[in-house]
């Protein structure tokens, strides 16, 4: 608050907006376009999973819950190069011409080692060289996608190289939007090549589940934020008056069909970003709805037969590395991300998933 009136921010997350060069009025229409439809998303889903696990309800920390009949089918390397390769190059040739090179050029360390470091990352060097990418690869599907998320950064750094040192490294509003949408290419493949209803419901369950993580939990995060430094601004907080405003921002989000009792009320203390990076969460919610937005847009030019105008727009899109802010990069489709139908278009995504769960089900 007083750092907020001496730099004349006009609010709280104006300052995190400014630090992301996003612009109030756009942070505002994710919001409000994500709000409006929990009913349709999560609140939906989670009464779904709750009838899959035999009852009406799930306790909180059954959310992620692995359902009865858990994936177990494995991948080769061989296998998962060939997927995420055949998916970019249905998509685009030139993509799929741009990952190769990692393959039959050993710019992947994939293999689980002992004393190896975790997670995944792809790293861009500097752009006279080429990217690397760690990963973990144990034959998962989520592996799978994990190799074509990366494989997306590390396309987007070769594409984005040429700008050079200063200006090829991404802007945080769209450092994930290749690695997502080429994680969606992938997705969509695996999807689509089996008609067992088990494994599409296994599949499309946990990318749902990831989606709600990502979007509608990061921003019943931020409105917990908003409105705990609005009543901050009137008097301090006792922790139970926190915690009243944690319950009513994640009962919204979650839905009936969650149960958060007592034992749900002090949570919000083991989120580090709140204390160290306030309002960093929307940014979650921020690049996987974009991603989702581009995603539809995409599907509309395929059945207009406008596909090539698309994959061409999208590569210029990666090519620009940062010399354009997103809502430069994405007048080329003609979308306007201050707008909540932006938003909600991403969001028609999830819902649609959603609805071929419900017809498995």
């Known amino acids: 608050e007083v750092e ?17 060069d996003v612009d109030d009025q756009t942070v505002d229409a994710l919001v409000a376009a994500v709000d409006d439809r929990n009913a ?19 306790n909180w920390w059954d959310r992620n819950a692995p359902l009865p009949s858990d994936d177990d089918r494995k991948f080769s390397w061989d296998e998962a190069r060939q997927l995420v390769l055949a998916s970019f190059d249905g998509f685009d040739p030139q993509m799929a011409a741009q990952a190769e090179p990692f393959f039959t050029r050993n710019w992947i360390d994939a293999e689980p080692r ?21 990963m973990n690869f144990s034959g998962k599907s989520r592996d799978v996608m994990t190799l074509a998320h990366e494989m997306g950064h590390g396309i987007h750094q070769r594409l984005a190289a040429d700008r050079g040192y200063l200006m090829s490294d991404t802007p945080l509003t769209l450092a994930e939007t290749a690695s997502v949408f080429a994680e969606m290419l ?24 990831d989606m709600l993580n990502t979007v509608v939990r990061q921003v019943a995060f931020h409105n917990f934020e908003t409105r705990f430094h609005d009543a901050r601004r009137n008097a301090e907080l006792t ?52 991603v989702n937005a581009l995603w539809q847009t995409y599907q509309s030019a395929q059945a207009d037969g406008q596909a090539a105008d698309f994959v061409a727009s999208y590569r210029s899109l990666l090519q620009a590395g940062g010399t354009e802010r997103y809502d430069i990069a994405l007048q080329r489709f003609g979308l306007d991300p201050r707008d909540p139908a932006f938003w909600s278009m991403g969001l028609d995504m999830i819902s649609g998933m959603i609805d071929e769960l419900e017809g498995l089900s």
């Open 114 to 134: 002992a004393g190896k470091s975790s997670g995944a990352f792809s790293h861009p060097v500097t752009p006279s060289a080429h990217p690397y990418i760690l």
């Open 239 to 290: 922790s139970d008056e926190i915690s009243d405003i944690w319950m009513e921002t994640q009962r919204a989000a979650l839905g009936p069909a969650i149960k958060t009792g007592d034992d749900y009320r002090p949570i919000w203390g083991y989120i580090p970003h709140f204390v160290h990076t306030p309002f960093y969460v929307y940014a979650y919610a921020f690049g996987d709805c974009l």
């Open 40 to 58: 349709d998303l999560s609140h939906r889903y989670y009464r779904l999973k709750a009838g899959w696990m035999g009852g009406d309800t799930l």
């Open 4 to 20: 907020d009136r001496w730099r004349g921010f006009a609010r709280p997350v104006a300052s995190r907006n400014l630090d992301n």
């Open 186 to 209: 992938t997705f969509r493949r695996l999807v689509d090549s089996t008609d067992d209803p088990a494994i599409r419901q296994r599949l499309l369950a946990g990318k749902v589940e």
